[in-house]
């Protein structure tokens, strides 16, 4: 593993904890057991918790604090994992493995995951505007809607749907972008864009993080699409070679291994001009380290 890939962890670690030790509170065990159980799974088995990471670099980046970030980070987190759980049934990806462990379907029942996922999808909402302290109730709402759209028809699930429907289709470099512009680049585009927003920094700042955060998505997903095809099983903790044998339309079934790194190295540079681009005032530091983290992971 890369020193890069350490000291991510490193670096973070107080966001990480924060993040791990407030799901586990809004996550407290309750009835049916079985169901809370197939929730707590899904979401405190590990992960690098990136999406929340992000959020919180870039509120304290704008001048906020971690406190006044984590309700958000929080439930972005669990919207990712719902998101997760539900990819994982058999229905759809069907897999067997996530972070090195069973799939929620396969520790519990299909049943059992799709509910846990359908919880944790409308118990996020709620945390934000029950934990959040110090933000006004106009910027809150403007958070709550803003991730309806990223978790919904404008975002993840639409580039879910998309990526179902184009599977085995000829590659195409339109309908890749849109997948991944939903299925991750809106998650991203979402962390940055509250991060700024909950600092309450004023529009071009926000549009330029929200940006930022949105081409660090493909590049995340770029970098995922590759270790798919030369990854560690053991580091990575999921199954290989699954997109291939799935026909899912993805950057190296596009561009091919060598196009795929170039146009990576695009999104890399295209990520240093949005952070060059930003006001002085903004501390960029970890919000580079990130772009470097990204490019150079290996799990």
């Known amino acids: 593993m890369t020193t890069t890939s350490l000291s991510y962890k490193t670096r ?7 993040v791990q030790e407030c799901l586990e509170e809004i996550l407290t065990p309750q ?5 809370w159980a197939a929730m707590r799974h899904g979401v405190l088995n590990g992960g690098k ?3 929340p990471v992000l959020l919180i670099e870039s509120c ?53 995951a799709v509910l846990a996922g359908d919880a944790l999808l409308a118990l996020a909402f709620g945390v934000i505007p029950d934990n959040t302290l110090d933000v006004p109730d106009k910027v809150l709402l403007q958070v709550i809607t803003e991730l309806s759209q990223a978790a919904s028809i404008k975002g993840l699930v639409n580039g879910q749907a998309d990526d179902i429907l184009f599977a085995n289709d000829l590659p195409d470099e339109e309908r890749l972008y849109r997948i991944h512009s939903g299925k991750t680049g809106a998650l991203f585009r979402f962390s940055t864009w509250a991060g700024a927003k909950l600092a309450e920094q004023p529009e071009p700042v926000v549009s330029l993080l929200a940006k930022y955060g949105e081409t660090l998505g493909l590049a995340f997903q770029i970098v995922d699409d590759l ?22 339309i ?9 196009g795929t790194e170039t146009i990576l190295k695009s999104h890399i540079e295209t990520l240093y001009s949005i952070l060059d681009a930003l006001p002085t005032t903004i501390q960029t530091k970890n919000l580079r380290f990130l772009v470097e983290f990204v490019q150079q992971r290996e799990f």
């Open 12 to 18: 973070f670690e107080t966001h990480i904890t924060a």
């Open 31 to 35: 009835e049916p057991e079985v169901l």
């Open 49 to 51: 918790r990136i999406r």
């Open 60 to 112: 304290v980046a704008c001048g906020g604090t971690q406190q006044k970030a984590l309700p958000t980070a929080c439930a972005l987190e669990l919207i990712h994992c719902y998101s997760l759980i539900h990819d994982d049934l058999p229905c759809m990806d069907n897999d067997d493995l996530r972070r090195g462990l069973p799939t929620v379907h396969k520790a519990f029942s299909e049943d059992m």
């Open 227 to 248: 270790l798919d095809v030369q990854g560690n099983n053991a580091l990575l903790g999921k199954t290989l070679g699954k997109d291939e044998a799935q026909g899912k």
């Open 250 to 258: 993805t950057f190296p079934a596009v561009y091919g291994i060598a």
